[in-house]
């Protein structure tokens, strides 16, 4: 079998497909398609294999080629030292994995000069021969003749000799086979703290002493752990039981030399096993396995992260409406931005309605002037510091609003990220003259509008809905949220006279290059009237708009399939599908029972295939449909803004900012995320968290415990209230290892002045008393804007 076919069988196993489809699907990626291009567009090629497992194809197809260039390699250098027999070819041929295949060839692999080669030289090969050839015969004996002028004594000339044999056990690729699944079975993971670093490691005091089984760790304990560990405040060690465990990979080690019975030479031999552990075999197993937990833990990691991206790229958009965006402040003010129903900047304020200047008068009737001027419909609020008050502030104009004023609404939205994007450089050049701290509000304004036209301007990574982001391999990282936010984009589609250069840089077929230069000849001739005009940008060749054209829209242009998921290549087979109705296209399009008479199989001839026919009719039944859920919003409780105002039993309103592991963190707007641990999610057994949650998703849930020295709070989404919170020890250890969380931060960094702060300087009566007189100032602000 040739090294492409074995590469395909085995991916066609792993991803539950026949080999002819991984090979059709190999061959097109080889071309330079894109994952959503051969999704959405070759089903007839690949079987139908949808994204998840094209994906999965890609990453297994880089790892196996990687093997197999590997084992070529490994081949030529043991045909160079003139040592490949049959049966080593058929071993090395037969190796799955790069650990298996690295096994293999230790005893072949060039290595620096060993004890064992220093004990060969000194002519001490034959006496290990002679030990394991004879049990009965005693060692030390056979030692004596060995000793020579590089041997000086008997002594030396055993450790000679177990040092060639133990050289033989560390390149038996069966033996470390065996150990390496015995261990990854048994070992235990060991955690101690480092004498003296108590108190400056007290965040990682769960693990000061503990262990488990390997096996079993799960990733945000793990992570956990490797942290403490490059920190300096603790120590890791992975083995078996230190009594019977230890003895059992003792006797696989001896069994290996056959040391089994009771003569001198099986009693020396067993020192020889022991020793080899020891030394070198456990060590090696010890850092292979922290390896592997490493990796294990580091991908759980990055599946997470992907997941929660997903969840809040596809969030709801609140569409396409005037929006003022609130990036609330204390000395610095609150910065106000208007954005027009395309995401235009309009207009900017910065307001004082907190101490020091405490311009609440001021502040209040600043954002009437702008909702009446600029038709406002949403106001977007950011979660961070004075999040609560401003969004009090912001009730309290809405109340006295004219009767005949549509009131907008008010929406709290997570300002992770927000101010990354403001000091970005292209920010810069979308805001030259714009201070920067007002384009954290136009941003938050933008991704009330459409989170997934703002979010994909920032760096995953900023956006903070994973666990331990910055402890996992980065490369990895990036290209896993690359391919979520790929997949996200093409899955929604895009308006090609509306979208931003960043946005179309994660169109399929298109980069940063090709985006800039579709903005850059939008802005020259104005808007796209047709798809076929793409064709027309500087070096968008006919390869791209292939892999592009099907996932642009354009709304009212000069064909109406355009505004569709239709891909141009099959335009003829649409209008056809239209002419077996009867009627025009514009009336055929979003009417389903204009379709219903039609059959898919009428429509199929030798370029396009059944199921490409059936997704055009899905299309035409509901032309450019957004997969992304409707909108709705969290209503944070009145008189809930602290940590402090938090009662056991209290039944509130939020949303997941983050999903990890070992449950879901939820906002519920006191400056402080809490921690619905992943067993009280819901009244069954629940393995994993995104079973039942996801980002962004508005949930209810109800309060068990606050810690406010420890900024900590447990909830619950069980219907019995959570009545077994208290007793549950694993939530509250979720909640330790998790530290404290807001607006989707990572665990343990904090954000926003948890002070209390006075809506207004006024006291109570006061404020009372000077009500109709806001009300009377705020109308009259409205009449003259």
């Given amino acids: 079998m040739d090294t492409s076919s074995r590469i395909s069988q085995t991916i066609a196993a792993e991803i539950g497909a026949a080999a002819r489809q991984v090979n059709a699907a190999v061959a097109l990626l080889d071309e330079g398609a894109t994952v959503p291009f051969v999704a959405r567009y070759r089903k007839e090629a690949t079987g139908g294999l949808d994204d998840t497992q094209l994906r999965t194809l890609a990453e297994r197809l880089e790892y196996l080629r990687e093997l197999e260039k590997r084992r070529a390699a490994i081949l030529e250098s043991i045909k160079g030292q003139d040592k490949l027999s049959d049966a080593l070819a058929a071993s ?17 692999k060039p290595k620096r000069r060993t004890k064992a080669m220093i004990a060969r030289e000194n002519g001490l090969e034959p ?44 390149e038996n690729a069966s033996l470390l086979g065996r150990l390496r699944a015995f261990m990854q079975k048994e070992a235990i993971l060991t955690a101690k703290v480092v004498d003296g670093k108590e108190q400056v490691g007290a965040k990682f005091s769960d693990y000061f002493t503990h262990s488990e089984r390997w096996a079993d760790v799960p990733s945000h304990r793990a992570l956990a752990m490797l942290r403490g560990s490059n920190e300096g405040v603790l120590t890791l060690d992975v083995g078996p039981e230190p009594e019977a465990g230890v003895a059992r990979a003792e006797t696989m080690v001896a069994a290996e030399l056959g040391a089994g019975g009771n003569g001198p030479g099986d009693i020396w031999l067993r020192k020889v096993a022991g020793w080899a552990w020891r030394v070198k075999l456990s060590l090696s197993m010890m850092l292979e396995l922290m390896g592997d937990l490493r ?45 027009d129903a395309t995401g235009k900047l309009v207009a900017t304020e910065t307001l004082y309605p907190f101490q020091p200047k405490n311009d609440l008068r001021g502040a209040q009737v600043a954002i009437v002037k702008l909702i009446a001027e600029y038709g406002v419909e949403l106001i977007a609020i950011g979660n961070g510091t004075a999040s609560r008050e401003t969004e009090r502030m912001v009730a309290e104009v809405l109340k006295h609003l004219p009767a005949k004023v549509k009131v907008p609404t008010k929406v709290v939205v997570s300002e992770a990220g927000a101010s990354v994007y403001s000091a970005s450089e292209l920010a810069a050049r979308e805001f030259p003259g714009l201070d920067v701290s007002l384009r954290g509000a136009v941003s938050i304004a933008r991704r009330l509008q459409d989170p997934l036209a703002e979010l994909v301007k920032i760096e995953p990574k900023s956006i903070g809905v994973g666990q331990y982001q910055h402890d996992v391999d980065q490369h990895k990282l990036s290209k896993s949220l690359e391919a979520v936010i790929e997949d996200v984009v093409n899955g929604v589609g895009v308006d090609l006279n509306m979208a931003s250069a960043p946005l179309l840089a994660h169109v399929s077929g298109l980069g940063p290059g090709l985006a800039e230069a579709i903005v850059a000849h939008r802005d020259l001739n104005g808007a796209f009237k047709s798809r076929r005009e793409l064709l027309k940008v500087a070096r968008l060749g006919p390869k791209a708009f292939e892999q592009c054209a099907g996932f642009l829209r354009i709304r009212d242009g000069k064909e109406p399939l355009d505004a569709s998921s239709v891909h141009p290549e099959s335009y003829d087979v649409a209008r056809k599908i239209v002419s077996a109705c009867g009627r025009d296209i514009r009336q055929i399009m979003g009417d389903d029972s204009a379709l219903k008479g039609l059959r898919a199989e009428d429509f199929i001839n030798d370029k396009i295939g059944l199921p490409t026919v059936r997704d055009i009719l899905g299309e035409l039944e509901k032309p450019g449909r957004d997969p992304r859920p409707s909108f709705i919003t969290a209503s944070f409780a009145e008189g809930v803004e602290t940590i402090t105002d938090l009662k056991p039993g209290m039944v509130l309103e939020g949303t997941v900012t983050n999903v990890a592991a070992f449950g879901a963190f939820v906002d519920v707007g006191v400056h402080q995320d809490g921690l619905v641990h992943v067993s009280q999610l819901a009244d069954r057994f629940v393995k994993d968290p995104h079973e039942v949650v996801k980002t962004g998703q508005v949930v209810k849930v109800t309060v068990t415990e606050v810690d406010v020295p420890r900024k900590r709070i447990a909830m619950t989404m069980r219907k019995d209230g959570g009545a077994s919170a208290k007793e549950d020890r694993n939530t509250r250890g979720a909640a330790k290892e998790a530290g404290p969380r807001r607006g989707g931060k990572p665990a343990g960094q904090q954000t926003g002045d948890k002070r209390q702060i006075s809506a207004s300087p006024k006291s109570k009566q006061g404020k009372d008393q000077s009500t109709g007189a806001l009300g009377a100032a705020l109308m009259d602000a409205f009449k003259k804007s």
Wanted: aromatic share 4%; charged share 25%; net charge negative.
């Fill in 92 to 108: 090395i041929a037969k190796a799955g994995t790069k650990a298996q295949l690295e096994d293999i060839y230790l005893p072949y």
């Fill in 127 to 170: 006496l290990a021969e002679v030990i394991l050839a004879d049990r009965n015969a005693n060692p030390e004996t056979l030692a004596k003749d060995y000793v020579t002028e590089a041997v000086a004594t008997a002594k030396d000339a055993l450790n000679g000799a177990r040092d060639i044999l133990t050289e033989g056990l560390t």
């Fill in 295 to 339: 990796g294990r833990a580091q991908e759980d990691a990055i599946q997470v992260f992907a997941r929660n991206l997903k969840d809040l790229l596809f969030a709801a958009p609140a569409g396409a409406r005037p929006t003022l965006g609130l990036d609330p402040g204390i000395r610095t003010g609150v910065k106000a931005a208007v954005v």
